[in-house]
């Protein structure tokens, strides 16, 4: 599988962004896919996470919980990040990554082995 992250941009402090991971080649609803962030100066930070096994878990990191949602779209071989209420911390560069094994679970000794370029996300007045 190849990803391609896409969606980035200049979004104001309260707003809402979309990012979309496109899978090609193959299909990502086996992996397990997550959004990963690094902003300057400061380490790779998974964001969220969505299990490929069948029951499709999520899991998110405290400080975007209740604001970030993760999603698949079967139809155009996405996962979807969905951004509420962003905060100026959200600045990073984003990042899309796909599991190692097929129905692979989120957790912390998952492994990623796929990676899609970077995103650009500035949240700004």
């Known amino acids: 599988v190849q990803l391609q992250a896409s969606g980035g941009g200049l979004v104001q402090p309260g707003g809402s962004l979309r990012l979309s991971c496109f899978g090609t080649e193959t299909t990502v609803d086996y992996y397990a896919i997550a959004w990963f962030r690094q902003a300057p100066g400061k380490e790779r930070e998974e964001v969220a996470c969505?299990?490929?096994?069948?029951?499709?878990?999520?899991k998110y990191a405290d400080s975007v919980k209740g604001r970030f949602t993760i999603s698949r779209d079967r139809v155009k071989n996405t996962v979807n990040l969905q951004m509420n209420s962003v905060k100026a911390e959200d600045t990073a560069v984003y990042y899309c990554a796909a599991s190692k094994s097929w129905y692979a679970v989120c957790g912390p000794k998952t492994g990623f082995g796929v990676w899609g370029q970077g995103t650009q996300v500035t949240v700004s007045s």
């Open positions: 969505i299990s490929g096994s069948f029951e499709q878990s999520s």
